[in-house]
């Protein structure tokens, strides 16, 4: 509770400081008829800015056993839901209302354009995931069709990329705070400059700086830190940025918007700078662009005991779900970094060894994996597949159960996630 208080306060600050651009905030949620009540699927809410949304009447969308729910509601309302949800872990609005036991919370600072078409922080409040089982087509005369109870989370909620039954937000109530004072609006580089231009809802330009570190196509690595004097600025490199970090900062340190952007990835919807020119990667380097997700994890480095105990979750996670590769020498922005200085000072056959050990002396009951060394971007990287197991579930040295959750390791919930893991018992006598 203490840290749902601290939530709350927290929101209430940016709330306030946000004063002269919040208006009314959009709940989009998706609801699972249940005894007693609604069962949350998953929740988004997002506080518009002054002039949007005024117009966009209230929906809702009913089903047999599903809900879908849009609602505009005032800030004064906001935030007695806020508060309903984090002091009584009770999501009210209109005639519904979803119990919701709080597991705990996650703050995130997204860029423009990656989660929406302004910066903001994100309060992710997590919750028990549903049950869903409804994999038939939700249809009725005068609603949309869905194919399923998933497709009508993805298209109604607005979340990409969503990853269904395996997407770690199922269950959260997820509140976005736009940054609305600036933005990022586009970055170009011409002639020996980077163009970087910003939308501002501010009035005074010089109080926001834009910070860069660029590593350009002849290795050469530049800082520039520039004062906004109109809506755009112009920095100069030496030749074509390869990997580009941008920063709108304010005096007071705050962060407003930022960018990055690699041959490999970048940290919003849109590509500014590559505009979709990039030459044709291989499988190899599109399952990298594409970040780590349910099939793929980055790891740097493995050195350390930590790292180590890491990896073997995550391999673990793989086999008692379903499978994935383990990139090593990527790091977690999706950046080839290489192994090239371990292998520098081990042959490749010791090196492969090392990965080898540690998966099997860490592993309680061994499992399937493979490895390979792959050449991208001219550094080395060695890529550890591990397959689905057939004897699940796979634990650790410690006694230690994992499976793969979108991004993320986590241990599977005893009631509902563990029994599944086993294999079903056939019974040996029959009536």
């Known amino acids: 509770m203490y840290q749902n208080k601290e939530a709350l306060s927290e929101v209430r600050t940016i709330l306030e400081a946000n004063n002269d651009f919040y208006s009314l905030a959009v709940l989009r949620g998706v609801y ?19 002039g949007a949304e005024e117009k966009e009447p209230d ?41 919701i036991h709080i597991t705990n919370l996650n703050k995130s600072h997204y860029p423009s354009n990656d989660f929406f078409d302004w910066p903001g922080e994100l309060f992710a409040f997590e919750s028990e995931r549903p049950n869903i089982s409804q ?9 949309p069709l869905f194919k399923d109870a998933y497709h009508a989370i993805d298209k109604w909620i ?15 109530v997820l509140i976005f705070l736009p940054e609305y004072r600036a933005r990022i609006n586009n970055i170009r580089y011409q002639d020996g400059k980077l163009f970087v231009k910003a939308d501002f809802n501010i009035p005074r330009f010089d109080n926001v700086r834009c910070k860069a570190l ?30 580009t ?22 940290s919003g919807k849109v590509r500014f700078i590559s505009k979709g020119e990039i030459a044709e990667v291989s499988d190899i380097q599109a399952l990298i662009m594409g970040g780590e997700n349910e099939f793929v994890e980055f790891k740097e480095k493995v050195k350390e005991e930590k790292t180590k105990k890491d990896l073997v979750k ?12 383990i990139f090593i020498g990527v790091n977690d922005n999706a950046e080839i970094v290489g192994i090239d200085n371990e292998l520098k000072k ?41 397959g689905e197991g057939e004897f699940k579930p796979y634990a650790t040295r410690d006694n230690d159960t994992f499976i793969r959750v979108g991004a993320t390791d986590r241990k599977p919930d005893p009631d509902t996630e563990l029994p599944t893991l086993f294999p079903k018992q056939e019974k040996l006598y029959k009536r």
């Open 158 to 172: 607005d979340l990409h990329p969503f990853h269904g039954n395996s997407d770690a937000r199922l269950g959260a």
């Open 59 to 99: 929906e809702k969308i009913e089903y047999k056993d599903i809900v879908l729910v849009k609602k505009v509601i005032e800030l004064e309302d906001f935030i007695i839901i806020l508060e309903k949800l984090l002091c009584e872990e009770l999501l009210m609005f209109d005639e519904y209302s979803c119990r």
């Open 346 to 386: 081990n042959s490749r056959s010791k090196v492969k060894e090392k990965y080898d050990n540690i998966l099997r002396d860490n592993a309680k009951k061994a499992f399937k994996f493979s490895t390979e060394f792959y050449k991208v971007s001219h550094k080395t990287i060695l890529i550890i597949h591990v």
């Open 135 to 143: 994999y038939q087509p939700l249809v009725k005369y005068s609603n």
């Open 245 to 266: 970090h941008i920063y709108l900062v304010t005096a007071e340190d705050r962060t407003l918007d930022f960018y990055e952007e690699t041959p490999f990835r970048h």
């Open 214 to 243: 660029i590593t350009t196509s002849n290795g050469e690595e530049i800082q520039e830190s520039v004062d906004f004097k109109n809506e755009e600025v112009n920095l100069f490199i030496s030749s074509p940025p390869v990997n």
């Open 314 to 325: 995550t391999a673990i996670a793989f086999a008692n779900t379903k499978g994935g590769k």
């Open 32 to 50: 699972f008829k249940a005894p007693g009540g609604l069962k949350n699927a998953l929740t988004k809410i997002i506080l518009m800015k002054k």
